[in-house]
């Protein structure tokens, strides 16, 4: 597939390095043409790999990864352009952290509304998944790195895109469970979940870790 990887940090280059190594075309997208994080990557990644502005990637792709700060995720996805982005997925991998009183981090927005339903509503051309927020970057792309079984979810509210979304983690990253936790609205669980992922960082001291449901 063409895959747009909007933001440039440690998330947006480890998902575009991964999928650049899974034979996929892949663009980084950011406000400007020639960030250089994205041309530094584009140069590292090699010839399936290329940047742009979050426009350029998004028309270029049939998928995006929205990889963004959760603050300015809904302006840097509007900045891509309804027309570039009509019927697309669109991955929400983010999260709305609010680093403005320190570590850790607050939720900017919660309990009655969630970032992935402000994207949803930001663009409603677009299908928004959510998927991977819950863990770091390296654990994202290869969940075996963990000794035991752990989970990925996802959410959102087309069945046909939580399906892609699903072959890629499952058939791409090796993922041997996805649950489905449901429509969009979900988010907000799944984003409330981050002020424990950030404590159990802090008494372990590293983000080598995920969660597992256990059931009877």
């Given amino acids: ?3 747009a990887i909007l933001g440039t940090g440690v998330v947006g280059e480890t998902l575009g390095s991964k999928l650049v190594s899974l034979g996929h075309e892949v663009r980084m997208g950011s406000r400007t043409a020639n960030h250089e994080k994205a041309v530094a990557w584009t140069r590292k990644a090699g010839a399936l790999a290329s940047q742009g502005t979050f426009a350029d990637a998004a028309a270029f792709a049939e998928l995006l990864f929205n990889c963004t ?11 891509a ?5 009509r019927g ?14 320190g570590f850790p981090p607050t939720l900017s927005v919660t309990n009655t509304d969630s970032l992935g339903e402000q994207l949803q ?4 051309e677009l299908k928004v998944v959510k998927a991977l927020n819950t863990m770091t970057a390296s654990i994202m792309v290869s969940p075996s790195s963990l000794p035991t079984a752990h989970d990925v979810f996802v959410c959102g509210d087309d069945a046909g895109a939580k399906k892609q979304v699903t072959s ?28 424990l992922v950030l404590r159990l960082y802090q008494s372990f001291g590293d983000f080598d870790f995920n969660l597992h449901v256990v059931r009877k």
């Fill in 121 to 124: 509503r930001a663009v409603p």
């Fill in 81 to 85: 352009g309804v027309e570039n982005l």
């Fill in 168 to 195: 890629l983690l499952t058939e791409g990253f090796g993922w041997k469970r996805v649950l489905d936790v449901g429509d969009i609205t979900a988010s907000r669980g799944l984003e409330g979940l981050l002020p």
């Fill in 88 to 101: 697309k997925v669109l991955v929400d991998v983010s999260n709305p952290l609010d680093f403005s009183k």
């Fill in 69 to 79: 700060l959760g603050t300015a995720s809904v302006d840097a996805v509007k900045s």
């Fill in 1 to 3: 597939m063409r895959i």
